[in-house]
Every structure is written in structure tokens, then in C-alpha cells.
């Protein structure tokens, strides 16, 4: 069994912030430093979302991959504020390995398979932030967890592969940031449906939440911020428990 370990670094105004439930953000510290120590500790991947996504932080976040990627060996994705197969395509010649779309796959299904058409499936990763209902369901949110869209999660996951995506970023917003665990019946209701990877992101807090997340919710990719960044936890430490669980990451299968 594979996985990835992924850090996120949430952007703006050229900064690392960290809220939990996607509110109250507080400084984490300078992103290409981060970056460079992600990538030195073995980070398998790197994202980096832009939060603000005004079209000012979306010129400077483009300069930001231009440096990061020069300086890092590990692949990057990059999402926040992406509206046009000409964003996507800026990214990428700036270094970008991938790039993540959200509020724009949901007002516009249509880019995810223009984007998988004119770059590749590889290139794309829908981001889905989820929430739960009271039903026990999940629905979709976008701008920012702002605007409950009334999609179905699930149902959406299955239209995004369809479309032509070729992962999905999946976070619950109900965990971000809470240390509390993945929402692993989010997680595995996903999984169940669709055969392209997922990425597991929302609630991390020890050792045990990550290998949950993907033996038992099967995800192909773990993500978390602030553990990482506080040094509440280190990567080298999550690997090696992992290795001893029976789960290979990236590099190392590599």
C-alpha cells in the first residue's frame, strides 16, 4: 500500500495563515522557507491554496510558484482563484506540477474537461470542501466555504472524474483545523464511488488519524497544515509510522 504525504500551505498577502473551519487565520510564517523545509524533511507533494484569490494575490501567488518551484524538488499544486484554462496553463509554465480548482468547477463543470483536454488529466485536481448536513449527507461549498452550492458530495465526486479530473482534493470542513480526525465516512463514501485518487485534508491530529485516513477511508493521499507547520508533528516521524503500519509513501517507493 502507497501514500502521499502532503503539507498545505494556505496563502495570503504573501504569508502562510491557518484557521480552523476556515475561519479565524493566523500567521504561520513565510511560505518559501516552509516550502524548502517541507521539501528537505520528504514531503511527497506540496499545495499551495490562495485564499484570498483577488486577482492582485493571484499575480503575486504566480511569482511565488515561479520561486518556490526553483528552489524545491518536490512537485507543486496550486489552486485558489483559477476561473480559465489560461490560469491553469499560467501556473504550469510558472512550475506548477497541478493545479486545483473549486468555486470555478462548480459554476463552470465545463473547464474541468477543457482543462483535461487541453493539458492532461495529470494537470487537474478538483477541490471539494464539504460539509455535513443534517441528514448525514454532504454538500458542496465554494468561495472560500462561504456559499452552500446544495450539491451532493458524493454525486459531485462522480461528476468530476466523469469530466475528466484526475484527482480530488477533499476536505471536511466540519474537521479543518479541529486535530479531531479525518471524517473517515466522508472520506470511504468517495472512495466507494469513484477510481481516481483522493486526497484526504480536515482534522489531522496524530499519528493514528493519518493511517486510518487511508487504510480504512482509502485514500491515496494524506494532507495537513498547521500539524506540520507548529512541529506538533514531523514528516520523517509520520513516515516512519506509517512504514512500521504497513503503508509506503511516495519517495520511498520511488
Known amino acids: 500500500m502507497t501514500a502521499r504525504i502532503i503539507p498545505c500551505l494556505d496563502i495570503k498577502d504573501g504569508r502562510v495563515v491557518k484557521g480552523v473551519k476556515f475561519v479565524g487565520l493566523k500567521d504561520a510564517g513565510n511560505p518559501l522557507a516552509i516550502a524548502k523545509a517541507y521539501d528537505r524533511e520528504g514531503a511527497d507533494e506540496l499545495f499551495l491554496l490562495d485564499v484570498a484569490a483577488s486577482s492582485e494575490s493571484r499575480a503575486a501567488t504566480l511569482e511565488l510558484v515561479k520561486t518556490i518551484t526553483g528552489q524545491i524538488s518536490i512537485p507543486l499544486a ?3 482563484g483559477i476561473g480559465r484554462l489560461e490560469d491553469c496553463r499560467r ?4 512550475g506548477a506540477r497541478k493545479v486545483a480548482i473549486s468555486s470555478a468547477a462548480i459554476k463552470n463543470p465545463g473547464l474541468i474537461a477543457e482543462v483535461a483536454a487541453e ?6 485536481t478538483v477541490a471539494i470542501d464539504a460539509k455535513r448536513t443534517v441528514q448525514g449527507s454532504w454538500t458542496v461549498y465554494i468561495n472560500g466555504g462561504k ?5 451532493d458530495v458524493v454525486d459531485w465526486a462522480v461528476e468530476v472524474e466523469t469530466l475528466g479530473a484526475g484527482e480530488i482534493l477533499l476536505t ?3 474537521r479543518d483545523g479541529t486535530k479531531e480526525g479525518y471524517d473517515i465516512e466522508l472520506i470511504r463514501a468517495v472512495t466507494d464511488k469513484v477510481d481516481i485518487p483522493v486526497i484526504a485534508s480536515g482534522g489531522a491530529g496524530r499519528l493514528e488519524h493519518f493511517l486510518e485516513a487511508i487504510t480504512i477511508g482509502r485514500a491515496k493521499a494524506v494532507l495537513a497544515a498547521s500539524l506540520f507547520h507548529y512541529k506538533e508533528l514531523e514528516i520523517g516521524e509520520l ?3 506509517l512504514w512500521e503500519n504497513g503503508v509506503k509513501t511516495l519517495r520511498e517507493e520511488g
Open 78 to 80: 496550486v489552486g485558489g
Open 91 to 94: 501556473l504550469i509554465d510558472a
Open 119 to 124: 493539458l492532461g488529466s495529470q494537470f487537474i
Open 147 to 151: 456559499l452552500d452550492t446544495g450539491k
Open 172 to 174: 471536511s470542513m466540519d
Open 239 to 241: 513516515k516512519d509510522y
